[in-house]
C-alpha cells in the first residue's frame, strides 16, 4: 500500500496526491458502511489497482478538522484582507481571527494592497494586531513586496486561506505558486467587493512540500454553533488580563466589577475590539431566541 493526502473530492472519487502524481481512488466498501465521511486533507493508504485508479484501504486519524468548509489536518489559516479596495474592515477581520481561534488553528494575518495606503496608515492598521500577539505579513501588489516572507511560513504545512471576496487570495496565491493559475476577480465599484472565484475545497501544491486551500466557505462568517461561553478565550488579550470578575459566570456585557470591561475603560484592550466581541455575543444570543 501507498501513502498519500486527499487533495480534492468529487461525487464518489477522491483525488489522493502520491509521490509522484494523483490517483483517482474510490473507497474501500467497508468504510462506506460505516458511512465514514472522508475530506479533502485526510491521510490514507491506498493501493495502485491494473488501471492506474486506486482504492483507498486505510484512514490516518486526523490531526484536526476545520469544521466549515471540512478539511483535516490543517495547520494554520492565512486571514487575508486588502488595505484598500475593497476598504479594509477591522469588524470583520475580527469575526475571521474568532472562528480561526475557535477552530484552534495558527494564525497569520496577512494585509494586501498595501502599495494602496501611506504607510502611516498600514502601520495603524497593523500595529493593534500586532499588540495582541498575532503575525502581520504586509503584501504590496505592486512590488511584491512580502510574499517570500509569507512563503516560507508556508511551507510543509497545510495552510487554508481565508479573507472577503476582493482582498486577492488567488492573486497571492498565483504569485507564490505561477503553476496554479487561478483564476481571479475584480472588485466591484457597486457593491465595494469582489466575486468569488473558487468554488470548492481542493488542496493545491506548493513547490516547498506544503499545500494550501483556497475556499469561499470559511468566508461564512456566522457564529450559529458556536459556545458563547468560549468567545472571550477566543481574544487573547482578554486572556492576557489580570485578576478575576466579580462573577464567574461573567459574560463580560452588563455585569458589574468586571476586569475586561475595566480593561477596556484604562485602554489596555481596544475599544473596536471590545465592540467586535459585544456584536459577537449578541449575535449568537439572538440566534438561540430564534430571532
Known amino acids: 500500500m501507498k501513502d498519500g493526502i486527499i487533495i480534492k473530492k468529487y461525487n464518489s472519487y477522491y483525488y489522493v496526491q502520491g509521490e509522484t502524481s494523483v490517483i483517482e481512488c474510490k473507497l474501500r466498501g467497508r468504510f462506506k458502511k460505516n458511512r465514514y465521511s472522508l475530506c479533502v486533507g485526510d491521510k490514507v493508504q491506498y493501493t495502485l489497482l491494473g488501471d492506474e485508479t486506486g482504492i483507498i484501504e486505510n484512514i490516518f486519524p486526523r490531526q484536526s478538522v476545520l469544521l466549515r468548509p471540512l478539511i483535516a489536518n490543517v495547520q494554520q489559516v492565512i486571514i487575508t484582507f486588502a488595505a484598500k479596495n475593497p476598504d479594509f474592515n ?120 506544503g499545500f494550501v486551500v483556497d475556499t469561499p466557505g470559511f468566508s461564512l462568517t456566522e457564529f450559529n454553533d458556536l459556545d458563547e461561553r468560549a468567545i472571550s478565550e477566543c481574544f487573547p488579550e482578554f486572556n492576557k488580563v489580570e485578576g478575576s470578575c466579580k462573577f464567574n459566570s461573567c459574560l463580560h456585557l452588563h455585569e458589574p466589577q468586571c476586569k475586561i470591561k475595566n480593561a477596556v475603560d484604562h485602554a489596555a484592550i481596544s475599544e473596536n475590539r471590545y465592540q467586535s466581541y459585544v456584536e459577537i455575543m449578541d449575535e449568537i444570543k439572538k440566534t438561540k431566541r430564534g430571532f
Open 90 to 209: 477591522s469588524s470583520l477581520l475580527d469575526r475571521f481571527l474568532v472562528l480561526a481561534e475557535y477552530s484552534e488553528l495558527d494564525i497569520i494575518i496577512c494585509l494586501t494592497k498595501i502599495d494602496l495606503l501611506n504607510r502611516a496608515e498600514i502601520e495603524t492598521l497593523v500595529q493593534e494586531y500586532q499588540k495582541i500577539g498575532y503575525t502581520v505579513i504586509k503584501v504590496s501588489n505592486v512590488s511584491h513586496e512580502g510574499v517570500e516572507k509569507l512563503t516560507s511560513l508556508l511551507n510543509n504545512k497545510i495552510s487554508v486561506f481565508a479573507g472577503p471576496s476582493g482582498a486577492g487570495k488567488s492573486t497571492l496565491l498565483n504569485r507564490i505558486n505561477p503553476k496554479l493559475n487561478l483564476k481571479t476577480g475584480m472588485v466591484s465599484d457597486k457593491i465595494g467587493r469582489g466575486k468569488h472565484t473558487t468554488r470548492f475545497s481542493e488542496l493545491l501544491s506548493l513547490p516547498e512540500h
